[in-house]
């Protein structure tokens, strides 16, 4: 099915632990962007990338890392999961900006540190 | 930051009748998009806007934009239960070629009432 696949869908970690939040894409987007849901603040960006090789900081970068080694694949890894990193995690893509057809979304990550 | 705030936070009224939420934004746009969210998953696309269009229309939606003051409507008509989901604006800031990613407004709550 063509879309934005993330994985996993539910995720619970220990504070310090590491682990990487899988996304891809299969519509040859260019543009990929990772955001986090918290209750009451809406999406916030985290990083995004405009190309294979290309990323940059968004709002809340802090904890996170991200690559982009392939058009179709953007990981976005927790180095030491802290608490305040419980949230619902979003992968977005689209083609350019202000494609008509906006961007496509996964359907989350929920991640709990404990 | 947040750039959109969205107006009200929460609306419920009866099926059949049209419910209409407004978006406020802080900072110069080059397009504007409204996404809906149903509960517990990922955002679906709903509209995009460039900043010098003023009115849009999609099926039983209806967006404007009034660039001087940095604000948008979304006009859903004839409501149905299905329409019961959170509705963010977002904005498209994108500069200097590249994409800045998104930014989300808080939501409101929409909820059609049977």
């Known amino acids: 099915n063509a879309g934005v696949t993330q994985t996993p869908k539910f995720q619970v970690l220990k504070t310090g632990q590491s682990m990487t939040l899988q996304c891809a894409q299969d519509?040859?987007?260019?543009?990929m962007s990772w955001y986090r849901q918290d209750p009451g603040m809406g999406l916030r960006l985290i990083h995004y990338s405009v190309g294979a090789g290309i990323t940059d900081q968004g709002e809340v970068p802090n904890g996170y890392n991200v690559s982009r080694s392939t058009t179709e694949d953007f990981p976005l890894r927790l180095l030491s999961a802290a608490p305040s990193q419980t949230s619902v995690y979003f992968c977005a893509s689209t083609l350019s900006p202000g494609t008509p057809g906006g961007y496509t979304f996964g359907s989350g990550t929920r991640l709990t540190v404990v | 930051s947040q750039q959109g705030e969205e107006d009200p936070q929460a609306l419920s009224i009866q099926e059949g009748e049209n419910a209409t939420m407004n978006c406020s934004y802080k900072t110069s746009i080059n397009n504007l998009q409204w996404y809906r969210q149903n509960s517990g998953r990922g955002l679906v696309h709903l509209i995009l806007i460039r900043s010098n269009e003023r009115e849009k229309h999609s099926g039983r939606l209806r967006v404007t934009l009034d660039t001087s003051k940095k604000s948008s409507s979304l006009l859903i008509t004839a409501s149905r239960a299905a329409d019961t989901a959170s509705y963010f604006c977002?904005?498209?800031?994108?500069?200097?070629?590249?994409?800045?990613?998104?930014?989300f407004g808080k939501g409101t709550h929409l909820i059609i009432q049977p």
């Open positions: 519509m040859n987007h260019e543009y």
């Open positions: 977002a904005t498209d800031e994108y500069s200097g070629g590249g994409a800045d990613g998104l930014t």
